[in-house]
């Protein structure tokens, strides 16, 4: 009886990737067109998968236009990074760019994969900002290969199963094309310059309402002294027209020869009478 022939099984750890992470490398690796960069993932890790929540930039990496090299200054800056914003956290892998070169894993880059980041869950993520193609890599049978099924989105809504661990054949090389976006069901896709809109319509908005409410209230404090004001200016330019010329008040017009105004008689004050039986001369 013949031999079932062997099937070689060689299973892929899982692997989920935050969006923002994501985007993170992308925008880093933008910043330098011709040269290499790199940072360190940041994340958990169980038996069937591993989540890559935050990555760190590696800062004063020895960077070349096919080679990045991790300095002493940049373990240093990583972990200072690392224990005091995901103390909780483990390293889950690296990142690193290819500035037009493609994606793969240079003689270079197996070097640090092996060396630094050996635990079979690590991986090694790649980028090329200049045709926007990823790749993740990862031990696979003691062996660095490129991974395929990478989940991207949010790990607050992706659930463990047993596609986070699949088996494949030997020659399948799918790469990310089978990626599943997965996104939060309130993730806001509004485009920016509606939220800039919004934001100016609001801002418009305060400043209307602060420049009613101080209108109101000056309004309210000073209207009374205004008012008080007015009637003093008022005052003092009819003494002013007083000055000028008497004639234009009525009722304080000064006699023909000059002298004193005029008293005139009214019926709330009557010019007091002479007294009776008295002539102008004081005689009977």
């Not at 360190?40 to 590696?58: H, P, Y």
């Not at 079979?120 to 395929?148: N, R």
């Not at 800039?196 to 908005?205: D, F, L, N, T």
């Not at 008689?265 to 010019?271: G, N, T, V």
């Amino acid at each position: 009886m013949a031999k079932a022939p062997k099937i070689k099984i060689r299973v892929q750890p899982g692997v989920v990737m935050e969006s923002e992470v994501a985007r993170k490398i992308r925008q880093h690796a933008r910043t330098s067109m011709k040269a290499e960069v790199c940072g360190v993932l940041i994340g958990s890790m169980d038996e069937e998968r591993m989540v890559v929540e935050a990555c760190i930039a590696g800062i004063n990496a020895a960077q070349g236009g096919a080679h990045v090299t991790f300095t002493q200054d940049t373990w240093e800056h990583i972990y200072k990074i690392k224990d005091k914003q995901y103390p909780d956290e483990k390293i889950v892998g690296w990142y690193h760019s290819h500035p037009g070169f493609g994606v793969f894993l240079s003689e270079h880059d197996l070097f640090i994969q092996e060396n630094f980041f050996s635990n079979p869950q690590q991986v090694a993520w790649v980028y090329d900002p200049h045709t926007d193609e990823e790749g993740c890599f990862g031990w696979i049978g003691g062996k660095i290969e490129k991974l395929s099924g990478i989940r991207m989105g949010y790990s607050q809504s992706v659930e463990a199963n047993a596609s986070d661990a699949s088996d494949y054949d030997e020659d399948d090389d799918s790469g990310l094309d089978s990626q599943v976006k997965v996104r939060r069901s309130d993730e806001s896709q509004e485009p920016a310059w509606v939220k800039w809109a919004s934001r100016i319509v609001e801002y418009v908005a305060i400043f209307v309402l602060g420049f009613v409410a101080a209108y109101w209230f000056i309004g309210r404090q000073l209207g009374p002294e205004l008012e008080k004001a007015a009637k003093f200016d008022q005052l003092m330019q009819l003494m002013q027209q007083y000055q000028q010329d008497p004639r234009m008040i009525p009722g304080l017009a000064p006699p023909a020869g000059g002298g004193p105004p005029e008293m005139q008689s009214s019926p709330q004050h009557p010019l007091p009478e002479k007294a009776p039986g008295k002539g102008s001369n004081g005689k009977h």
